[in-house]
């Protein structure tokens, strides 16, 4: 009601003006003022039956444009014809806006799904290379044969996260929860950087948690990896701890350099390196952030500890929706 007076404030200025020039005039002739005060009496009733009936045509559409914004695009149509010019002008104007809209929204949404065919066919496709150059190279043992299987891996795991980056980013993804053998997913991370463990002489202390999980293995088996990845990465010396305690909780801890208190908090954000990933240039800030998406995905709660010159602690919560233990 305050919004409708304010808006129509000029109109009812003008009949109180002209109710006052009136009564002014008639005074100053000395008319009887009962000549002038019953019109003005009938003309009041009448604007204000006006005004009423105004108000509740005001009140409908409003209630009606504000239910719309709550719809889809497509439900736009359900706009009614105005009776005012200017009005119908406006639901003219929105159509329009929603027309190019949906047009210029379609495009890009074909220009994304041709990238991404392109993107995943070449993952798929640079994948065969790789696989030979892994066959070649494990049948030689040599210092150099090694340290270009290492390479080779870390090409493996960024091929595999712009590979699941995609598929994050898709509008469904192959999740198939089942129960699965937590020891074989971890043991089999840990295989893959064996090498890795014995080139820097760092310790592994793992004795197993004889768990089973339901959650997606092809998933976590991800997290695990880039976790386990991480570790290595920033660990000089010292070792690697895997523990699993009795409320469900699974962690990976190293003696690396740490994470700085600052970026700490931030550590999942997308694109996000901090401190140490300055240092090293090759830090993408996609690793972790891939995680977080997934065990949200997965129902399972990631967060993370850490001393600088200390080492870092990563755990998974896997007692979640999705990740019950068996």
Same mark, same amino acid.
């Given at each position: 009601?305050?919004?409708? +007076?304010?808006?129509?404030?000029?109109?009812?200025?003008?009949?109180?003006?002209?109710?006052? &020039?009136?009564?002014?005039?008639?005074?100053?002739?000395?008319?009887? =003022?009962?000549?002038?005060?019953?019109?003005?009496?009938?003309?009041?009733? %009448?604007?204000?039956?006006?005004?009423?009936?105004?108000?509740?045509?005001?009140?409908?559409?409003?209630?009606?444009?504000?239910?719309?914004? $709550?719809?889809?695009?497509?439900?736009?149509?359900?706009?009614?014809?105005?009776?005012?010019?200017?009005?119908?002008?406006?639901?003219?104007? *929105?159509? =329009? %806006?929603?027309?190019?809209?949906?047009?210029?929204?379609? $495009?890009?949404?074909?220009?994304?799904?041709?990238? *991404?065919?392109?993107?995943?066919?070449?993952?798929?496709? *640079?994948?065969?290379?790789?696989?030979?150059?892994? =066959?070649?190279?494990?049948?030689?043992?040599?210092?150099?044969?090694?340290?270009?299987?290492?390479?080779?891996?870390?090409?493996?795991?960024?091929?595999?996260?712009?590979?699941?980056?995609?598929?994050?980013?898709?509008?469904?993804? $192959?999740?198939?929860? @089942?129960?699965?053998?937590?020891? #074989?997913?971890?043991?089999?991370?840990?295989?893959?950087?064996?090498?890795?463990?014995?080139? @820097?002489?760092?310790?592994?202390?793992?004795? #197993?948690?004889?768990?089973?999980?339901?959650?997606?293995?092809?998933?976590?088996?991800?997290?695990?990896?880039?976790?386990?990845?991480?570790?290595?990465?920033?660990?000089?010396? #010292?070792?690697?701890? &895997?523990?699993?305690?009795?409320?469900?909780?699974?962690?990976?801890?190293?003696?690396?350099?740490?994470?700085?208190?600052? $970026?700490?908090?931030?550590?999942?954000?997308?694109?996000?390196? #901090?401190?140490?990933?300055?240092?090293?240039?090759?830090?993408?800030? *996609?690793?972790?952030?891939?995680?977080? @998406? %997934?065990?949200?995905?997965?129902?399972?709660? &990631?967060?993370?500890?850490?001393?600088?010159?200390?080492?870092?602690?990563?755990? +998974?919560?896997?007692?979640?929706? @999705?990740?019950? &233990?068996?």
């Amino acid at each position: 009601m305050g919004q409708y +007076l304010k808006e129509r404030r000029a109109a009812l200025f003008v009949f109180v003006a002209c109710a006052i &020039i009136y009564f002014g005039t008639f005074a100053l002739y000395h008319f009887p =003022l009962e000549a002038v005060l019953y019109p003005t009496v009938f003309c009041g009733l %009448i604007l204000v039956g006006t005004f009423f009936y105004k108000y509740e045509k005001f009140k409908q559409k409003h209630e009606e444009l504000e239910r719309l914004q $709550d719809l889809p695009d497509y439900m736009m149509e359900s706009l009614k014809k105005y009776d005012r010019q200017d009005d119908q002008d406006y639901v003219e104007l *929105i159509r =329009l %806006i929603m027309e190019r809209d949906g047009e210029e929204r379609l $495009d890009h949404q074909k220009k994304l799904a041709d990238s *991404i065919d392109y993107y995943t066919t070449w993952v798929h496709q *640079i994948k065969t290379p790789i696989a030979a150059m892994r =066959l070649r190279l494990q049948t030689e043992d040599s210092p150099l044969a090694r340290a270009l299987l290492e390479d080779l891996l870390r090409i493996e795991q960024y091929v595999e996260m712009v590979l699941t980056y995609l598929r994050l980013g898709s509008d469904s993804t $192959d999740y198939v929860f @089942k129960r699965c053998d937590l020891d #074989g997913m971890i043991k089999s991370s840990l295989r893959k950087f064996a090498s890795q463990f014995i080139g @820097k002489g760092l310790k592994l202390s793992y004795e #197993g948690t004889e768990q089973t999980v339901v959650t997606d293995e092809k998933w976590l088996s991800f997290v695990l990896e880039q976790l386990l990845s991480n570790a290595l990465k920033y660990t000089a010396k #010292g070792g690697i701890t &895997i523990e699993f305690s009795e409320d469900q909780i699974l962690s990976i801890r190293d003696t690396g350099f740490g994470i700085a208190p600052e $970026d700490l908090p931030r550590i999942f954000e997308k694109g996000y390196t #901090g401190y140490r990933g300055r240092e090293d240039k090759h830090a993408s800030g *996609i690793g972790l952030f891939l995680c977080k @998406k %997934i065990c949200d995905n997965l129902g399972i709660k &990631i967060w993370a500890q850490s001393l600088l010159g200390e080492g870092t602690t990563f755990f +998974l919560d896997l007692s979640q929706s @999705k990740g019950r &233990i068996e």
